[in-house]
């Protein structure tokens, strides 16, 4: 059995798409692309595929994870131009690699958000940032499944700052721009939480919702405070595996 993990976008209108959705169209395109399926034992077989940590219906995202058994070995990239054939624009598969390594999900333990705040000053911004930053505690609420929770936003968050907009500002209006880096913790801190501790610390209220897109997720480098991909261990494997190959070639008798 081959294992194959994806990369994928949620963009433009398809950021509302929700992860059910996604799901029901991702199978659609398996089918289309007559991709050699494993599927589950028992009364209701399904395809063998493995979602990791989706992003909140209504966020943009670069960097959704999913893994895939097959029944039989394909090449990842053609894989990948078949299945993106499949899928409607805005839902792209981006990247494919072979799984050669364990635990995928385990190296997603942080994200890199970007939250552009139509009608905010950017100083403004700033102020609201330095504020939570130098907050020990944010504690924000939530309404979730058993009711509301509170809990505390600021210690997820290991990277928060303002943006220039001037570079991509597409109107005369302001707009401020976060970038943030946030751990995935149990309860997840999400960017509406960041945006509500900062309303909480700052009384920052945008006029109108925010546009929030994940652009990337994966391992939190400690030493670099930099997110990894969560793809580039799969790869060195490949790649030694290929080495190692020719090495062997080269040696083998004539």
């Known amino acids: 059995m081959q294992r194959i993990r994806l990369r994928y976008t949620k963009r433009g209108r398809l950021r509302?798409?929700?992860?059910?959705?996604?799901?029901?169209?991702?199978?659609?395109?398996?089918?289309?692309?007559?991709?050699?399926?494993?599927?589950?034992?028992?009364?209701?077989?399904?395809?063998?595929?493995?979602?990791?940590?989706?992003?909140?219906?209504?966020?943009?995202?670069?960097?959704?994870?999913?893994?895939?058994?097959?029944?039989?070995?394909?090449d990842p990239q053609k894989l990948r131009e078949l299945l993106d054939e499949s899928l409607p624009t805005g839902l792209d598969i981006v990247d494919a690699v072979e799984a050669r390594t364990s635990g995928l999900a385990d190296r997603l333990t942080a994200s890199v958000w970007e939250m552009r705040l139509p009608g905010v000053d950017p100083a403004e911004a700033d102020r609201a940032?330095?504020?939570?930053?130098?907050?020990?505690?944010?504690?924000?609420?939530?309404?979730?499944?058993?009711?509301?929770?509170?809990?505390?936003?600021?210690?997820?968050?290991?990277?928060?700052?303002?943006?220039?907009?001037?570079?991509?500002?597409?109107?005369?209006?302001?707009?401020?721009?976060?970038?943030?880096?946030?751990?995935h913790v149990t309860p997840a801190v999400r960017p509406d939480d960041v945006l509500s501790g900062l309303r909480a610390v700052a009384d920052l209220a945008p006029p109108v919702p925010a546009g929030v897109t994940r652009l990337a997720q994966g391992l939190f480098d400690e030493e670099t405070g930099a997110v990894t991909d969560p793809l580039a261990p799969d790869r060195e494997a490949a790649e030694a595996l290929t080495t190692a190959d020719a090495t062997a070639a080269a040696k083998a008798p004539a």
Not at 19 to 35: G, K, N, P, Y
Not at 135 to 151: C, I, P, S, W, Y
């Open 129 to 183: 940032v330095a504020a939570f930053v130098a907050a020990d505690t944010v504690e924000v609420q939530r309404l979730m499944k058993n009711g509301v929770r509170t809990f505390d936003a600021r210690s997820a968050v290991v990277h928060l700052e303002t943006l220039d907009p001037q570079a991509d500002r597409p109107t005369d209006q302001p707009c401020a721009i976060l970038r943030l880096v946030v751990r």
């Open 16 to 74: 509302f798409t929700s992860h059910r959705d996604f799901q029901r169209a991702f199978e659609r395109a398996l089918r289309r692309a007559e991709v050699p399926m494993a599927y589950s034992a028992g009364f209701t077989p399904h395809p063998k595929v493995s979602y990791a940590n989706a992003a909140p219906t209504g966020t943009g995202s670069e960097a959704e994870y999913l893994e895939i058994a097959l029944t039989e070995a394909r």
